[in-house]
């Protein structure tokens, strides 16, 4: 019996060891910054972080849908480049940086 005890603390305590660290947020942003980069090829930084929420915050983006009452897409140009974005408005949060094929329609002739 005290063998299955100490088999099992030392089990958590390993699960305790190689648990993610941080927090949704924290997940969410690090998802942002890869997709970021793959998709447009532009390394995030805490200060662009700030700016595109402060411009879906502010109206000065736009918005092209509400996925659910938390979640919405934004349309926000940087640098000349538009990205669209999904923004999560509970966590005051980027989640992630769509591609650009999944919004833009090829010319028909």
């Known amino acids: 019996m005290k063998n299955q005890k100490e088999a099992r603390r030392g089990f958590r305590s390993l699960q305790r060891r190689f648990q993610k660290s941080g927090n949704k947020a924290d997940a969410q942003r690090a998802h942002f ?38 979640v919405s897409v934004w349309e926000v140009e940087i640098n000349g480049t538009k990205i669209r974005v999904v923004f999560d408005k509970t966590r005051n949060q980027i989640v992630t940086a769509l591609p650009k094929e999944h919004y833009e329609c090829p010319n028909s002739i």
């Open 33 to 70: 910054d890869r997709r970021l980069k793959q998709r447009y090829g532009i390394v995030s930084s805490d200060k662009l972080v700030a700016l595109i929420i402060s411009k879906i915050r502010n109206e000065l983006a736009t918005l092209i849908e509400h996925q659910s009452i938390r």
